[in-house]
T-cell receptor, first 109, second 113 residues
Framework: LAKTTQPISMDSYEGQEVNITCSHNNIATNDYITWYQQFPSQGPRFIIQGYKTKVTNEVASLFIPADRKSSTLSLPRVSLSDTAVYYCLVGDSNYQLIWGAGTKLIIKP | KAGVTQTPRYLIKTRGQQVTLSCSPISGHRSVSWYQQTPGQGLQFLFEYFSETQRNKGNFPGRFSGRQFSNSRSEMNVSTLELGDSALYLC????????????FGQGTRLTVV
């Protein structure tokens, strides 16, 4: 069974780059690694997903090493509105979706 | 394009009762997944329906069940409610089965007293 580990919380300041890493072992070899953002009283919102190496979209980048045992979400130049909980999501070899416990990111002025 | 709609938003029930929650996915999406979210356990996958068939199921007791209709709308039912069932229940829709790019509703906050 796949298992994920994320930091419980992180602090940063406006304008900084923030990197959140999720460790995951025993994940499915051909499934995406996905990251979501969640604000209080809302459902999670899809940010980015990738299979390997690096993926970039308009809001974030995702770095995945060749062994796929971890992934790093990178948020460039964060603002106060990026304060939220960030989840990684992986699939395991039993076709189950495994969510990380979430990282509470607090951005300070 | 309308998002995922969950009803009701809030619900208070008594132990032993049963409850039905509803989810209308984004138009054109055929997969609906249900999650339970609690402060202590995080996001826990309940089940996923695609084309009216349950395709995947999480590790929850049989008191938790669901169904999907031909228009892709889905309901989940919890029978014999327990205090520990108090949680935010989230529905997510996506185009295909096991598609991890999903769109979530705002959830139904269930309180069991």
């Amino acid at each position: 069974l796949a298992k994920t580990t994320q930091p419980i919380s992180m602090d940063s300041y406006e304008g900084q780059e923030v990197n959140i890493t999720c460790s995951h072992n025993n994940i499915a070899t051909n499934d995406y690694i996905t990251w979501y953002q969640q604000f209080p009283s809302q459902g999670p919102r899809f940010i980015i997903q990738g299979y390997k190496t690096k993926v970039t979209n308009e809001v974030a980048s995702l770095f995945i090493p060749a062994d796929r045992k971890s992934s790093t979400l990178s948020l460039p130049r964060v603002s106060l509105s990026d304060t939220a909980v960030y989840y990684c999501l992986v699939g395991d070899s039993n076709y189950q979706l495994i969510w990380g416990a979430g990282t509470k990111l607090i951005i300070k002025p | 394009k309308a998002g995922v709609t969950q009803t009701p938003r809030y619900l208070i029930k008594t132990r032993g009762q049963q409850v039905t929650l509803s989810c209308s996915p984004i138009s054109g999406h055929r997969s609906v997944s249900w999650y339970q979210q609690t402060p202590g356990q995080g996001l826990q996958f309940l089940f996923e329906y695609f084309s009216e068939t349950q395709r995947n199921k999480g590790n929850f007791p049989g008191r938790f069940s669901g169904r999907q209709f031909s228009n892709s709308r889905s309901e989940m039912n919890v029978s014999t409610l327990e205090l520990g069932d108090s949680a935010l229940y989230l529905c997510a829709s996506s185009l295909a089965f096991k598609n991890t790019e999903a769109f979530f509703g705002q959830g139904t906050r269930l309180t069991v007293v």
